[in-house]
């Protein structure tokens, strides 16, 4: 039988909140076996940039990354959030390791290509090396990860976390029983944006195929739930999407919108 | 026989120039066995607070660390510097990993006590955890060291990073015959400050002692020098000091000041 793995997407508007932070990470900690924890970048990085007077240019909730902005996440996401979270997690008992997707090389990545648009320095990635990641696991730790990648040319790349988590999460799940929890601000995936009670408990692939088709699906889930159903498409265990302040509800079952292939 | 383990510190003011590191980082691929390279901060830092109207005050040439400077060199330091370096060495086919002294607890240390003066979060080293060091560079990885560590509450505190190689070195030397390289912008230990070809090609404690007592040692040198003898007298097997740009010659004891126990 496979070890279990857990991996945690944390979303920035939890990396805001310094008490829902704490209490996510209190939860994590708690986790048994092994797990890994991806967050995004939050407000830090817009409110330095402004501070910084780089002008910020948001595509489809895409950053456009020039190189001011590239050393701006970096810096955010690479040093202060991922160093952070980590320092946290070892006064806490559980011994952990921040990397970005340049550490060890463990995510291969090239900059996107656009027909018409350029992104700048935003990276897709090509392909995750498990070896190191279970090798770290194996020695005990937690890896924490931020969300900025690198290319062949050596050139560092802000990548979509919620995409991280999943490709890692599909990666891993050649050595690991794997659950993805993705966890941000909301109860779940909602029926009525506005009604954290309407949760919908769980979506299969055809469900989401026409709540698609009717519109119900707010355009910001999008994204987030095409990542959920790749990563079960490909053989993670089992996806949900729910608040971070449940974290231990949404591992139990007790919460969140479990996705179903 | 021990395997051979080189480390590098390299300066702030090698940071600085886009030219001087790409070439200092080339030196440092080539360089056969295990290797470990640790970087000071350069001026990013002092231009980013400066930027962000933080204001900076030095005592002694240490930075005086609140906690929005705290912020500010951790993402300097272990964010953009630290991530960029490894990105290089990467894309240069030399597997690297970058990580503070809190990825792993593989340095412990303490908020700095002082009896007069309060540092703010600046860390002194308790312990360094050479377990973990041992296991990834066991897996064919250099190591990049940036000069953040952790305290038992979980603080990030900014550490210097002279200190952090030199208990490196020494803790590492238990595993390794290690060579300390401190490698900054002068030739090595000058006699004149202003002769690039006043080198000194070997200091031993006594001549040490001899050149402190008639002030011949530039203020500016005696904490590198300091933690140069500290590192020879606990077993390291050799300690030079030199140009970044002679790193091959520094190795093969063509350049730069040796320090003899």
Redesign the interface.
């Known amino acids: 039988m496979k070890p279990t793995l857990t991996i945690v997407k944390v979303g920035g508007n939890i990396i805001d909140d310094e008490a829902k932070l704490q209490s996510l990470l209190i939860s994590f900690a708690s986790i048994s076996g092994y797990k890994l924890l991806v967050h995004g970048g939050g407000k830090m990085a817009t409110r330095l940039a402004e501070?910084?007077q780089i002008p910020q240019q948001l595509v489809d909730g895409r950053r456009i990354t020039d190189s001011e902005t590239l050393?701006v996440v970096?810096?955010?996401?690479?040093?202060?959030i991922?160093?952070?979270i980590?320092?946290?997690l070892?006064?806490?008992g559980t011994?952990?390791?921040?990397?970005?997707g340049?550490?060890?090389?463990i995510i291969e990545s090239h900059k996107r290509i656009h027909p018409f648009l350029d992104f700048g320095y935003v990276g897709d990635v090509d392909n995750v090396n498990t070896s190191?990641l279970h090798?770290w696991l194996e020695?005990g730790?937690s890896i924490v990860v931020a969300p900025?990648t690198?290319d062949?040319?050596?050139?560092?790349l802000n990548t979509n976390a919620d995409t991280i988590a999943q490709e890692l999460a599909k990666a891993l799940s050649a050595h690991y029983t794997t659950t993805l929890i993705y966890s941000f601000e909301k109860k779940g995936v909602l029926r009525d944006l506005h009604d954290e009670s309407s949760v919908i408990p769980s979506i299969d692939s055809e469900t989401y195929s026409a709540l698609k088709k009717e519109n119900l699906i707010h355009s910001g889930m999008l994204p987030k739930l095409d990542n959920a159903f790749t990563a079960i498409a490909a053989g993670v265990n089992k996806v949900i999407i729910g608040d971070a302040s449940d974290l231990t509800q949404l591992l139990n079952g007790g919460a969140g919108t479990h996705i179903i292939h």
């Open positions: 501070q910084l050393k970096t810096m955010v996401y690479a040093g202060w991922n160093k952070s980590v320092a946290k070892n006064a806490m011994r952990s390791m921040g990397v970005t340049a550490d060890g090389w190191l090798a020695q730790q900025i690198q062949r040319e050596g050139r560092l």
